[in-house]
C-alpha cells in the first residue's frame, strides 16, 4: 500500500518519507511522505475553492447520493481496506472485516439517510406577537455549512472514526482536509481513491499525510484558511490544538481519551459482567477509547469475579499487539509503575512469548491489578493498553464516588440485575456514554461524546450535523 496525499483531485507523494512499521513483528510496510507546510497549504486552498464549485450548488439529496457512492465504493473495495487496516495496525482480521470496514460503510450510509429528503435541514418557526412590540415576525432558520473542515483522526480505529467525521462533514455541504495518524495512513489513502472514483467534485476532499506536533498536524489545525476542526485523539494533543486554533477563534468538536469505569453490583449475572469485563477491557488489545480500565466490584463478589477475570486474561489468544514500539514502553513502563506503586499482579503483566515472528513485534500480556490505592498513577491515567485495575466497594454511594473521581469523562458500565438501580446510578455517573449490562452497543444516532478531559460537544445523528453546520436566523417583519 502506497500512502500519498490526495489535494485537489490529484494524488501526490511529494515530502520526506518516513518508514511505516508493521506493529505485528516490526517489518517495514513501505514509507509515508510527511506533508511540508505547501502541501497543507495547497490542500485547504483546494478545499476553499472547491465550496465555490459545483459542489456548493448540490442540493442534500445530490449530497446523499454522493455519500452512498462513498460507501457502495468502500464496500466494492472491502478486502483491500481489510488488508490496509490489518497491515497498518496488527488487529485481528475479524475485527476489520466486522467492526472497521462495515462501520464505515454505515457512516456514509447513516449521514445520507438522515439529510435525504430534508433540504438545507430548514426550519420555519412563525411567531405571532414578537414581544419587542414591533408587530410580528416570521423567523425561520437554515443551515449552512462551516466551510473548509481539518479532520485530525487517530491510530486506533483510523477508517471507522475517519469516516464518523468526514461522512457528517461532507453531508453538511463542507469541504474536508484530513490528516489520518502517521502510524495508520493506508485506509485514507484508500478512501481517497473511492471518493476519486466516486466523481465528488475535486477538492472537497483532501487528504494530507504526516506526524501531528510541530509538522502536518500543526500546520493544518493552526491554518487561518481552517473554518472548523474536529479531533480525535489525546487530551494532551486536544489541549495543543485548542492552543494552536485559539488566534483563529476555530470552531473544535473533541474527542479524546478516558480511564473508563466499570461498576460490577452483587446482584450482577456475574458470568454476563465477566464476559462483558473482558471485553470491554481487552478488545483490541485495550486500543479503543470507550476499554474498561477501573473495574469496582461490590464486595461480596469482589473475590470470585476478580479471579474470573483473572483466568479469563490469561486464556486470551490471538489478540494483537500495540501499535508501535513506543506504545509498547509505554504500556510496559505502567506495568512497572503498578508494581512500584503496590500492585498485585493477578494476571499478565509483562511480555508474553509465542516463540514465532510476533516475537519482534509489540505485543504485551492482558492484565488484571488489585491492591492500588485510588490516588496511584496506574489508577488515574489513561494507559491504553489490555490492562484494567479491580478494586472493591460497599455501597452504592461509595461505588459512584469512585467512579467519578477522575479527570476523565467518557464512558462507563453498570451490571447490575435490579432495574430501579440501574437507573439510579446510570445518569449520575460523569461519563458522556453509559452502557448497562452491556458495552460498546452502538445506535449511530445517539448522542457521542465525553464530558471533562474526555472531550468537547457530541458526535452522532443530529449532532454532528449541528457541529458541522452553522444555523443562521432569518427574522423579517410582517
Ligand atoms: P494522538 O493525540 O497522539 O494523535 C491523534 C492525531 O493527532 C494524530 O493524527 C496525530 O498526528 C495528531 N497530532 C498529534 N499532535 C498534534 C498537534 N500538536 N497538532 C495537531 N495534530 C496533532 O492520539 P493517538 O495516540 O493517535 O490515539 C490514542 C488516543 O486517542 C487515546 O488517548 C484515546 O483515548 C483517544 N481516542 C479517543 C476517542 C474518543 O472517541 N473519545 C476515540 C479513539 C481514541
Redesign the pocket.
Known amino acids: 500500500m502506497k500512502a500519498e496525499h490526495y489535494v485537489g483531485g490529484v494524488f501526490r507523494a511529494d515530502g520526506e518519507p518516513f518508514p511505516l512499521v508493521a506493529p505485528v513483528d516490526g517489518s517495514e510496510l513501505g514509507t509515508v511522505p510527511e506533508a511540508a507546510p505547501e502541501v497543507v497549504d495547497a490542500a485547504v486552498n483546494a478545499a476553499r475553492t472547491a465550496l465555490q464549485g459545483p459542489w456548493a450548488a448540490m442540493g442534500v439529496d445530490e449530497r446523499a447520493a454522493a455519500l452512498r457512492a462513498v460507501a457502495d465504493g468502500i464496500q466494492a473495495r472491502f478486502e483491500e481496506f481489510v488488508e490496509a487496516e490489518v497491515a497498518d495496525t496488527g488487529r485481528p482480521r475479524d475485527f476489520a472485516a466486522t467492526v472497521d470496514v462495515p462501520r464505515a460503510v454505515g457512516n456514509f450510509r447513516a449521514y445520507a439517510d438522515l439529510i435525504y429528503g430534508r433540504p438545507e435541514r430548514a426550519y420555519t418557526t412563525r411567531v405571532p406577537g414578537w414581544s419587542s412590540g414591533a408587530g410580528e415576525a416570521l423567523n425561520y432558520t437554515v443551515r449552512r455549512p462551516l466551510g473548509v473542515v481539518a479532520v485530525?483522526?487517530?491510530?486506533?480505529?483510523p477508517l471507522l472514526?475517519s469516516t464518523w467525521k468526514v461522512a457528517p462533514a461532507l453531508a453538511c455541504g463542507n469541504a474536508v482536509v484530513l490528516?489520518?495518524?502517521?502510524?495508520t495512513p493506508s485506509t485514507a489513502t484508500l478512501l481517497a481513491r473511492v471518493i476519486h472514483d466516486a466523481g465528488l467534485p475535486e477538492g472537497v476532499f483532501n487528504v494530507v499525510h504526516?506526524?501531528?506536533?510541530?509538522?502536518?498536524?500543526?500546520f493544518?489545525?493552526g491554518h487561518p484558511g481552517v473554518d472548523a476542526i474536529a479531533?480525535?485523539?489525546?487530551?494532551?494533543?486536544?489541549a495543543?490544538?485548542m492552543r494552536?486554533a485559539a488566534d483563529h477563534v476555530t470552531p473544535l468538536s473533541f474527542?479524546?481519551?478516558?480511564k473508563n469505569p466499570a461498576l460490577v453490583f452483587a446482584d450482577a449475572d456475574l458470568g454476563a459482567a465477566v464476559d462483558g469485563t473482558v471485553r470491554s477491557t481487552f478488545t483490541h488489545s485495550g486500543?479503543?477509547?470507550?476499554c474498561t480500565e477501573r473495574v469496582y466490584v461490590e464486595r461480596p463478589v469482589f473475590e470470585e469475579f476478580t479471579a474470573r477475570l483473572a483466568e479469563r486474561a490469561r486464556a486470551l489468544d490471538g489478540y494483537g499487539p500495540m501499535?508501535s514500539a513506543d506504545?509498547r514502553d509505554k504500556v510496559l513502563s505502567y506495568y512497572r509503575l503498578a508494581r512500584e506503586e503496590g500492585a498485585e499482579v493477578v494476571a499478565g503483566g509483562g511480555v508474553p512469548e509465542f516463540g514465532d515472528e510476533r516475537d519482534r513485534g509489540f505485543h504485551v500480556q492482558p492484565t488484571v491489578l488489585t491492591g492500588l490505592p485510588e490516588a496511584a498513577r496506574t489508577v488515574r491515567e489513561?494507559i491504553?493498553g489490555p490492562v484494567c485495575h479491580v478494586a472493591p466497594f460497599d455501597t452504592e454511594d461509595e461505588a459512584l464516588a469512585l467512579a467519578n473521581d477522575s479527570p476523565y469523562g467518557?464512558a462507563s458500565t453498570v451490571w447490575t440485575r435490579d432495574l430501579s438501580r440501574a437507573h439510579r446510578v446510570a445518569p449520575r455517573i460523569e461519563t458522556g456514554i453509559v452502557w448497562v449490562n452491556c458495552w460498546n452497543l452502538r445506535d449511530l444516532r445517539t448522542p457521542?461524546?465525553?464530558v471533562k478531559a474526555?472531550?468537547i460537544g457530541r458526535e452522532g445523528g443530529e449532532y454532528s450535523l449541528d457541529f458541522f453546520s452553522e444555523p443562521v436566523n432569518v427574522c423579517i417583519q410582517i
Open positions: 485530525i483522526s487517530p491510530w486506533n480505529l472514526l490528516k489520518p495518524s502517521e502510524e504526516g506526524h501531528g506536533a510541530g509538522a502536518a498536524g500543526e493544518l489545525t479531533f480525535t485523539g489525546e487530551s494532551a494533543t486536544g495543543a490544538i494552536n474527542e479524546l481519551g478516558g486500543q479503543i477509547c470507550l501499535i506504545h489513561e491504553f467518557l457521542f461524546g465525553g474526555s472531550g
